[in-house]
C-alpha cells in the first residue's frame, strides 16, 4: 500500500521562507513525477511545480523564482523550498506523485493528505 507523507508548513510571515516535504512508502517500480499542488479556501487546487524522474523541474508562473521542487529517488522524496512568500501562498499544500507499482502495470497517482501554509504578520 502506497502513503505519501507530507511535513513542514505552519506560520509563515510575509518574506519568509517554508520548506516542504513529501515522502511515498510502499513499493513503487518507479515513480515518473512528483508534483506539488495547492487549495486556498474557496479556490480550485492549483498546480505548484512538478519534477520528473530525470531531475527536470517545472513551475508555475505564481511561483517561478521564488519555490525550488527537488528530489531524492533513493528515498522517493520530494522537497519544496520557498522564498518570499506572500499572504497569496496560504494554501494547503498537497503531494502528488505519478508512476507504476510494477514493470507491466499502468500509471497511477496518489495524494497526499495535505498541509497548511499560512503567510500573515
Known amino acids: 500500500q502506497v502513503q505519501l507523507v507530507e511535513s513542514g508548513g505552519g506560520l509563515v510571515q510575509p518574506g519568509g521562507s517554508l520548506s516542504l516535504s513529501c515522502t511515498a512508502s510502499g513499493s513503487f517500480y518507479r515513480i515518473s513525477r512528483m508534483d506539488w499542488y495547492r487549495q486556498s479556501p474557496g479556490k480550485t487546487r492549483e498546480w505548484v511545480a512538478a519534477i520528473t524522474s530525470d531531475g527536470t523541474t517545472f513551475y508555475a508562473d505564481s511561483v517561478k523564482g521564488r519555490f525550488t521542487i527537488s528530489g531524492d529517488n533513493a528515498k522517493n522524496t520530494m522537497y519544496l523550498q520557498g522564498n518570499n512568500l506572500k499572504p497569496a501562498d496560504t494554501a494547503v499544500y498537497y503531494c502528488?506523485?505519478?508512476?507504476?507499482?510494477?514493470?507491466?502495470?499502468?500509471?497511477?497517482?496518489?495524494w497526499g493528505q495535505g498541509t497548511q501554509v499560512t503567510v500573515s504578520s
Open positions: 502528488y506523485v505519478q508512476g507504476r507499482l510494477t514493470m507491466a502495470a499502468g500509471l497511477t497517482h496518489y
